[in-house]
């Protein structure tokens, strides 16, 4: 199936390209691949030791920010705090904090921040 025979269709449209690894793209109405939305994929590994990769896009340039919380919401690690072009980014996070001290195992929320909008993971540490 054609990306303009998709586009008559958004939500099977939405699911083809996810199967086909373009999770972050949108698709006009000519079935044309356009820039990136907003998103924050799972992190991989998930469960990770010692490190894992953390994927976002953004449709825009402009500051973003990507924080490593702890699950009584305390800040354990800010990753990212600068202005990043559009497209998709990945970070890798190696389960420190930020006076780069290992933390323990456990349930860790990576949440990104851009132009108003927020996203939100949960990932696993397991030592």
């Known amino acids: ?10 939500s099977l449209a939405l699911q083809t390209l996810i ?3 373009f999770r972050s793209y949108a698709v006009n109405t000519d079935g044309e691949l356009v820039a990136p939305v907003f998103a924050l994929r799972t992190n991989y590994p998930n469960p990770f030791n010692p490190s ?4 976002f896009s953004i449709p ?5 920010k ?6 009584k919401g305390q800040k354990v690690k800010e990753l990212i705090n600068d202005t ?7 970070v890798q996070w190696d389960g420190t904090d ?7 195992s456990g349930l860790y929320f990576s949440r990104l921040e851009h132009a108003g909008m ?6 696993m540490l397991m030592k």
Do not use: E, Q
């Open 118 to 123: 927020s996203k939100t993971i949960k990932m």
């Open 98 to 104: 930020h006076s780069n001290r290992k933390v323990s």
């Open 52 to 55: 894992t990769n953390i994927s």
């Open 19 to 21: 199967g086909h690894g």
């Open 1 to 10: 199936m054609g990306l303009a025979a998709l586009a008559l269709r958004p």
């Open 66 to 71: 990507l924080t490593v919380y702890n699950v």
């Open 60 to 64: 825009s340039p402009a500051k973003v």
């Open 84 to 90: 990043m072009d559009m497209g998709i980014h990945t």
